[in-house]
């Protein structure tokens, strides 16, 4: 069965604290993982990651992809309260046509 | 730029009752797709759409039908709504199979 982990479930950190999200799969034909944020209402698109090893880059945020040891981090520096959000991931599977499996999620709270 | 709207964003039904919700999109988006989010789950996949007149089961698509009469539109629909339905409702649409990044801001459905 397809599954995504992230951890840490919840994390509640101070303005201009850098973190680190994690997320590790296990999934039939993985095609790519997708990086998403969460306020209140539609999850945003964050990034995409296919090949390993390669950064992918916006601001503050930035993702990376391990496909031997099946996980990816999403890295957010400097925070601000506005990045308080949940933030979820999900690896799409080519088994069976569209299949996008998501982990949990995991809710950040900036302090300021 | 509308994006994908999804219609009601709140409603509360009695347990039996049948109702139908509506996703509209207007960006030529050959793939549509319905998930449900509940606390500690993440989102899963109920059905999806790889184009007009296509629909196909996704991850938890037992007591829900959808159609895809039109390009635009993707209707999820509850022939006999249980409790155990009660959840935020997103649709979200791409054009490709791999990059889902447009969300409808959820409906948020109680079933009594």
């Known amino acids: 069965e397809d599954k995504v982990v992230q951890s840490p479930l919840s994390l509640v950190v101070h303005e201009g604290d850098t973190v680190t999200l994690n997320c590790s799969y296990e999934?039939?034909?993985?095609?790519?993982l997708l990086w998403y944020k969460q306020e209140k209402k539609a999850p945003t698109f964050l990034f995409m990651l296919?090949?390993?090893?390669i950064e992918k880059k916006s601001g503050r945020l930035s993702s990376i992809l391990d496909k031997k040891e099946l996980f990816s981090i999403l890295n957010i520096t400097a925070t601000q309260t506005g990045d308080s959000a949940v933030y979820l991931c999900?690896?799409?599977?080519?088994?069976?046509?569209?299949?996008?499996?998501f982990g949990a999620g995991t809710i950040l709270r900036v302090k300021s | 730029n509308a994006g994908v709207t999804q219609t009601p964003k709140f409603r509360v039904l009695k347990t039996g009752q049948s109702m139908t919700l509506l996703c509209a999109q207007d960006?030529?988006?050959?793939?549509m797709y319905w998930y449900r989010q509940d606390p500690g789950m993440g989102l899963r996949l109920i059905h999806y759409?790889?184009?007009?007149?296509?629909?196909a089961k996704g991850e938890v698509p037992d007591g829900y039908n959808v159609s895809r009469l039109k390009k635009q539109n993707f209707l999820l629909g509850l022939e006999s709504a249980a409790p155990s339905q009660t959840s935020v409702y997103f649709c979200?649409?791409?054009?490709?199979?791999?990059?889902?990044?447009?969300f409808g801001d959820g409906t948020r459905l109680s079933i009594l």
């Open positions: 999934v039939t034909n993985f095609r790519s």
């Open positions: 960006m030529n988006h050959e793939y």
């Open positions: 999900a690896v799409h599977s080519g088994v069976g046509g569209n299949k996008l499996v």
């Open positions: 759409s790889v184009g007009e007149g296509t629909t």
């Open positions: 979200a649409s791409s054009q490709t199979r791999d990059r889902v990044e447009h």
């Open positions: 296919t090949s390993s090893g």
